[in-house]
């Protein structure tokens, strides 16, 4: 069980990590994570089978980092902005320091002439942990309920 004052940092880390996504402020996304962390998008076909592929896949800190150059410095694509919408976290296990949840998140991406679209529709499964700092994911999976995705991911989900 979580006290009160936890909770309130859970559901900020959640509404600040949207924000800076959202935001595009791509700068700030990886000290969302531990140094040593895991963040997944994931069909939720290979995730119920036990599957490892995933259509990305980051091992660390420095991986996120990694993807932040290629997202502002390399990757051609058409710009779009994406909007999420979380739920209220479940709290699925707390103890010592770490917290494991699940989330439902929905995406919606909108490009600058176009009408919005629902991008991508899942469940994070998080394991976060107290850090200096404040909270931080640990790890970070996202399981996305379709098996297929429009065109390609860009930004983190």
Known sequence: M??????????????EYAAVVDDNDWDKWPDFFTDE??????????????????????????MLKDRVYGITETIFHDPY?????IGVPRIVRAEAGRIETEVNYAVFRTKPDELPTVFNVGRYIDTIVRAPGGLKFESKVCVFDSEMIENSIIYPI
């Open 2 to 15: 979580l006290d009160f004052e936890t909770y309130r940092q859970l559901l900020a880390l959640y509404a």
């Open 81 to 85: 902005y994406q909007r999420h919408v």
């Open 37 to 62: 962390c895991t963040y997944k998008i994931q069909p939720r076909e290979n995730f119920d089978r036990g599957l490892p592929l995933a259509t990305l896949a980051f091992e660390s800190k420095g």
